[in-house]
């Protein structure tokens, strides 16, 4: 009977163990969580410490029990694997009872990633958290419920964030303006936190292009958040616990610190068996996620993907790819050779009332892959002039100038006008590698509550083509 062990029990991971174990089930399929929760959606925790989401067991889609119960996977938790010997194919696991050693004939990697360290110094005092593990999210749950326990909940208060909800708690500092940032100043002024989040560039959510950025900024500091731009944290200072966020120009009283700044790959085990990285820094892979070792493949966060438009390996670790991934090195070990498919760098974020999406490459980056990049942001009706409800929808469109074909793009709108859910067509352009004219006659469904009768993503198409 052959072996496919997994290192590690997320999304890449535990799809993989399944995919596998349902298409072959005389694989015997282990796999090593170093941790207790298996199968759990990070991307839920800003709702969990929001309170929108009452217990972090609704994150798990699948319990231990069930993989191992009902899906027959030899799933080990508390087991961190420190060493993976690719002579002997071997991997070693340390535990509670000792250590274990465990042969393999397939092996996926699949150990996810870690919160970047930014040079911040401080970072290690008290009250400075991260939110990238459930018990990170246990941790910040804990916090709030504290703190409004303890709080002046009652007092009325003047602070910014009180324009969202009637009292305030802390201030509190985000550091990062990334999509965890942006995601959990909604939280904590939820919760009824002053909130300050510091951004080292001009820009929060880069990736999403100047004007989606902005709109999204100007929409959360109408809520009441105090967003610092170009303020690069130096230091989270105080005594044994943070009291102050400090950037070069202003020292900022906080009684919690929130560092979001970003993830990077963790391949150090993968690296110290021979697996070889590629230039993003994160694990190098065929199209069917074998790495340089022969019968090592890696996976989801902790691995490189190519981009469908430049066709250059790309790091953007994100949850579908690795789900996907996953799955398909499952299909693959278990003897159908499964490509994942590429990334288009496809992202969405949500913060109070605004929502965002991404995809493909915008102007900075289709210049560096060599493109003569025009872009263009409409502004349009989200649904028909004369049906009772609907608002604005802001779309970003970038295009290669001389082939017309659509590169990239996003949209933004507030108050569940469905900038995310119009943003699939999009994605198919840019995958497809369509122009902008083939995109403005797509053949997408209309109807007044919905959309205009040119959608916003039509009539972006429309007017960048008359750019050209
Ligand atoms: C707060 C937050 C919000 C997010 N929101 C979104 C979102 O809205 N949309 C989106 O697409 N993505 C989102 N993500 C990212 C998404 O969660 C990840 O892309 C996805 O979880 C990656 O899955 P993975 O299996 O590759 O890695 P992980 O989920 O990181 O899992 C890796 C697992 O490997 C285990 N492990 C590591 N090393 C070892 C070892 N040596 N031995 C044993 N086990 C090991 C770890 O304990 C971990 O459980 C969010 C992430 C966070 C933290």
């Not at 340390?94 to 274990?100: I, M, V, Y």
């Not at 070889?276 to 892979?285: F, L, S, W």
């Not at 996620?289 to 996976?299: G, K, L, Q, S």
């Not at 989200?382 to 970003?396: C, L, M, N, Q």
Request: charged share 25%; glycine share 12%; hydrophobic share 40%.
């Amino acid at each position: 009977m052959d072996t496919f062990v997994v290192v590690g029990g997320d999304a890449a991971g535990m799809s993989a163990a399944s995919k596998a174990k349902r298409d072959d089930p005389s694989l015997d399929v282990v796999v090593f969580e170093r941790g207790e929760w298996v199968s759990y959606g990070a991307c839920g925790l800003p709702y969990y410490v929001k309170g929108e989401i009452q217990s972090l067991e609704e994150l798990v889609s699948v319990t231990p029990e069930q993989f191992r119960e009902e899906r027959d996977i030899d799933l080990r938790t508390g087991h961190d694997v420190v060493d993976i010997d690719t002579d002997e194919q071997t991997v070693t696991a340390t535990h509670a009872d000792g250590e274990t050693v465990q042969p393999y004939d397939r092996l996926l990697v699949a150990t996810g990633a870690a919160a970047v360290e930014p040079p911040i110094e401080g970072l290690d005092r008290e009250g400075v958290y991260t939110l990238g593990s459930m018990s990170d999210g246990n941790d910040l749950r804990e916090y709030v419920a504290r703190a409004r326990a303890e709080g002046d909940l009652e007092q009325p208060d003047e602070g910014p964030a009180c324009q969202y909800l009637k009292s305030c708690a802390g201030p509190v500092g985000v550091v990062g303006g990334g999509y965890i940032g942006v995601e959990m100043v909604e939280a904590l002024a939820a919760n009824s936190f002053e909130v300050h989040l510091f951004q080292r560039g001009e820009r929060i959510l880069k990736p999403f292009g100047p004007d989606i950025a902005d709109t999204v900024l100007e929409h959360i500091r109408d809520q009441g958040v105090v967003v610092h731009l170009d303020a690069a944290v130096t230091e989270l200072a105080g005594g044994d616990t943070v009291g102050a966020v400090v950037t070069e120009a202003e020292r900022v009283p906080v009684d919690m610190a929130l560092v979001g700044t970003g993830v990077r790959p963790r391949t150090a085990l993968a690296e110290a068996a021979g697996v070889e990285c590629g230039e993003t820094g994160a694990i190098a892979t065929d199209s069917y996620r074998e790495t340089n070792v022969p019968d090592v493949y890696a996976a989801g966060d902790c691995a490189e993907a190519t981009h469908v438009v430049t066709g250059d390996p790309a790091y953007v670790p994100l949850a579908l790819t690795a789900n996907r991934h996953g799955r398909a090195v499952g299909a693959t070990v278990a003897g159908t050779p499964t490509e994942g498919g590429g990334v288009a760098g496809t992202a969405a974020v949500k913060s109070f009332d605004v929502e965002a999406s991404r995809t493909g490459l915008f102007p900075e980056a289709a210049e560096a892959a060599g493109f003569d990049p025009i872009s263009r942001t409409i502004t349009t009706k989200s649904r028909a002039g004369y049906y009772p409800e609907g608002g604005k929808i802001d779309v970003t469109l970038v295009a290669d100038r001389g082939t017309g074909r659509v590169l990239g793009g996003g949209l933004v709108s507030a108050y569940g006008e469905g900038a995310v859910h119009r943003s699939h067509a999009l994605v198919g352009a840019v995958t497809e590698g369509v122009t902008v004219d083939e995109l403005a006659n797509y053949d997408l469904a209309y109807a007044p509550p919905f959309n205009t009768t040119w959608d916003p993503v039509l009539t972006a198409a429309k007017v960048l083509g008359g750019d050209r």
